[in-house]
């Protein structure tokens, strides 16, 4: 089974700090993704990776960043965190650009900005 | 980029019975898949059911099967026999070839005893 992993389920950060969120996937796969999860917004792309060290913008990229150092693993950064970050991130990975492909999700990081 | 709309925040289901979902999206592509996916409230998404455009027939997961309307640009989820297990939030997702998906708003999906 594929499995995702994210480094935390909960964290709080206060404003201004920079926030890592982590993501590991165990099968190889070449696509990952990080998404924020929104009441009444769906999921919402911020940035994905189609190979090590490269990145796309998603849909909101504004104030995050992204590392991909390692197949296996793909970082969300905020640079500084605000307030309005406040949100579910979720991380998912898929094995090619095959439609076919179903992406696998991490269990989510709550993150809290105060 | 497309969009994918589900037009229903909040649906409920007396156990037992049967849900529809629905989910339409905004396509000019021939070719893509279109999928259903599950966030029960412990939040992890799993993948319910994937539908290929080229395929006319209808796919099916023992209790959930779609429908699947390509010209009307349809694709919405029927649960069969209803569990408690069910509830949860479920997003439709289109992807074509290439690398993004698109997910809707979600429905929540109540399950009453």
């Keep these: 089974d594929v499995k995702v992993t994210q480094s935390s389920r909960y964290l709080v950060k206060r404003t201004g700090e920079k926030v890592f969120l982590e993501c590991v996937q165990d099968m190889d796969h070449e696509n990952m993704f990080w998404y924020r999860q929104d009441p009444g917004l769906g ?72 | 980029a497309q969009t994918v709309t589900q037009s229903q925040p909040e649906m409920s289901v007396q156990e037992a019975e049967t849900v529809t979902l629905s989910c339409t999206y905004d396509t000019s592509e021939s070719d893509y898949y279109l999928f259903w996916y599950k966030q029960p409230p412990s939040r992890q998404m799993i993948l319910v059911i994937r539908q290929e455009a080229y395929k006319q027939q209808n796919a099916t997961e023992n209790r959930f099967s779609v429908n699947f309307q390509k010209a009307a640009k349809s694709f919405s989820l029927k649960i069969s026999d209803s569990q408690l297990g069910d509830a949860a939030m479920y997003f439709c997702a289109y992807r074509s070839y290439g690398n993004q998906f698109y997910f809707g708003t979600g429905t929540s999906l109540t399950v009453i005893p």
Excluded: H, W
Aim: hydrophobic share 30%.
């Design chain 1, 43 to 114: 999921l919402r792309l911020i940035y994905f990776s189609y190979d090590v060290k490269m990145k796309e913008k998603g849909d909101i990229p504004e104030g995050y960043s992204v590392s991909r150092e390692k197949k296996e693993r793909f970082s969300l950064i905020l640079e500084s965190a605000s307030t309005n970050q406040t949100s579910m991130y979720l991380c998912a990975s898929t094995l090619g650009p095959s439609g076919s492909n179903e992406q696998f999700f991490g269990p989510g990081t709550r993150l809290t900005v105060l």
